[in-house]
């Protein structure tokens, strides 16, 4: 497809369980960032791939939080024992890079993760 | 963590009227951007702005980069049905990938 894809559109999980949430960026872009956005609020930098490399994780919440992109490419979002708290959508977004900069990165729909 | 000051937090105007939202930060950012996300979607870009004092125009939308680089603010003119939604700001620092949001300005059409 032509946009950043992410699945699934929405995961419910028992407190405890492990969650694996999936981003396919647009083909070609370099960047790559996850964004968690709790009811009302704005979205929240977790963190930011370039390539394979990730870059920039000061935004994870905990160590239960583990994000990949491998092959610089699909990436996944992990979250283990999940608690109450981490129900939020999750966002993931993609750039392509001119020289240094980043150019505008365009968000997936997100997924929303439901902690029963 | 880190949200930039948004405000309204919301707003009910009629069709027709002019809109404006504002964002503030305690730090300076070096590009300031503004989107628009609407219900089940990720956020949209609008306008982003590069230099401060900037000012710059999208169709009915205008927003400035203030001087000081710590603030912001975002107008819509003659507003239609399509406008409702929810405006985020979201600043972007020097070297600093990531983007800080602000709290949302939620605009709602009264008919």
């Known amino acids: 497809g032509a946009g950043v894809s992410q699945s699934p559109r929405y995961k419910v999980a028992k407190r405890g369980q492990d969650v694996a949430l999936r981003c396919d960026p647009i083909?070609?872009?370099?960047?790559l960032f996850w964004y968690q956005q709790a009811l009302g609020q704005g979205p929240e930098f977790l963190t930011y791939f370039q390539n394979e490399a990730q870059l920039d994780k000061s935004g994870l919440p905990s160590d239960r939080f583990f994000a990949e992109r491998p092959e610089g490419s699909v990436s996944t979002l992990k979250i283990q024992r999940t608690q109450q708290e981490d129900s939020a959508v999750y966002l993931c977004?993609?750039?392509?890079?001119?020289?240094?900069?980043?150019?505008?990165?365009?968000f997936g729909q997100g997924t929303r993760l439901t902690v029963v | 963590g880190q949200q930039l000051n948004q405000s309204p937090q919301s707003m009910f105007i009629q069709e027709g009227e002019d809109v404006s939202m504002n964002c503030t930060s305690s730090s300076i950012f070096n590009t300031w951007l503004w989107y628009k996300q609407d219900p089940g979607e990720g956020p949209v870009l609008l306008i982003a702005?590069?230099?401060?004092?900037e000012l710059t125009s999208n169709g009915r939308l205008t927003a400035q980069f203030g001087i000081t680089r710590k603030d912001s603010f975002l107008n819509i003119s003659a507003s239609i049905p399509s406008d409702v939604g929810i405006y985020f700001c979201a600043g972007q620092g020097v070297g600093n990938e990531k983007l800080t949001f602000g709290t949302g300005t939620r605009l709602t059409i009264i008919p």
């Open positions: 977004a993609s750039s392509y890079q001119q020289g240094l900069m980043n150019t505008e990165a365009f």
């Open positions: 702005l590069y230099k401060a004092g």
């Open positions: 083909s070609g872009h370099v960047s």
